[in-house]
């Protein structure tokens, strides 16, 4: 499902998934548009978002959740799956940090929604060497170990 780059239709979309969905997990795929590198986010942040999005609008009071926790923590050990999976032709980076903007919203939203049960990870842009095909193949290697985690969470 694509979410647009808007504060309270990606809110919508992700309480949706969460509601009618009930996933064991929901993994947010963003665009960093200056990375090179495929980078895995653990946590989401409440406060600080001050951009408008494409409507032009912002949160108010700067904030995902005015009655949420500064920052939720994916129950996804993102350094763990940093440390035990390469994929070659790309780095893979461990960050605590989405930004302030749709991307870091909506993975907030999504752990809050999902009692820490979500994923967030960037993406670079498309190009000669980062190929859809490519990343497809990358996102699914990380993806099946993220499903790992979350079936020994299960036992």
């Known amino acids: 499902m694509q979410l647009p780059v808007v504060y309270q239709k990606a809110k919508e979309q992700v309480f949706k998934i969460w509601t009618t969905l009930q996933p064991l ?26 951009e408008r999005d494409a409507c032009g609008f912002h949160p108010e009071g700067g904030c995902c959740m005015l009655d949420g926790p500064e920052k ?7 350094k763990t799956l940093w440390k035990n999976t390469a994929v070659e032709g ?15 919203y909506t993975y907030y939203t999504s752990l809050y929604y999902g009692e820490g049960r ?5 993406v670079p842009p498309l190009s000669k060497w980062v190929t859809a095909d490519f990343l497809g193949k990358a996102l699914q290697r990380i993806i099946l170990e ?10």
């Not at 939720?72 to 993102?78: A, K, L, Q, R």
């Not at 979500?118 to 960037?122: E, Y």
């Open 25 to 50: 997990l929901t993994v947010h795929v963003g665009l960093a548009s200056s990375a090179k590198a495929i980078i895995l986010e653990q946590c989401g942040k409440n406060k600080g978002y001050q």
């Open 146 to 155: 993220m499903l790992k985690q979350c079936g020994k969470e299960r036992e």
């Open 90 to 104: 790309i780095d893979i980076i461990f960050s605590r940090d989405a930004g302030r903007y749709i991307c870091d």
């Open 72 to 78: 939720i923590e994916s129950t996804i050990n993102m």
């Open 118 to 122: 979500a994923a967030f990870i960037h």
